[in-house]
């Protein structure tokens, strides 16, 4: 199992951004797509941005389109989530996830994930 670990979460104010990253315990990142999910309480846990493993590919939540940026450098095995004018409807906790030889389309479905961090906390005030 790879391990991922996210940081850069904390508390904003509606319309501010945040950057998270999330680094993964592997020298390489070779043919390992990851993605960024998110969890609010009381529901569901909902996909919110995936990148492959070259970062050619990327893939949006409609509800982040146009916000939120996805990226990752393999040589520190990071990836990122730059999100801007937040909003309190994103607050949850962010959840960092990866699967070797997959698509960012296919990391959509939260089912896909094989790997899966320990979640940092996004809470966006009104």
């Known amino acids: 199992q790879v391990q991922l670990v996210e940081s850069g979460g904390g508390l904003v104010q509606a319309g501010d951004s945040l950057r998270l990253s999330c680094t993964a315990s592997?020298?390489?990142?070779?043919?390992?797509?990851l993605g960024w999910f998110r969890q609010a309480p009381g529901k569901e846990r909902e996909f919110v941005a995936a990148?492959?493993?070259?970062?050619?590919?990327?893939y949006y939540a409609d509800s982040v389109k146009g916000r939120f940026t996805i990226s990752r450098d393999n040589a520190k095995n990071t990836v990122y989530l730059q999100m801007n004018s937040l909003k309190s409807e994103d607050t949850a906790v962010y959840y960092c996830?990866?699967?070797?030889?997959?698509?960012?389309?296919?990391?959509?479905?939260?089912?896909?994930?094989?790997?899966w961090g320990q979640g940092t906390q996004v809470t966006v005030s009104s």
């Open positions: 592997r020298h390489t990142f070779s043919r390992y797509a």
């Open positions: 996830g990866g699967r070797e030889f997959w698509t960012a389309q296919g990391m959509s479905a939260t089912t896909a994930i094989r790997d």
């Open positions: 990148i492959s493993w070259s970062g050619d590919s990327t």
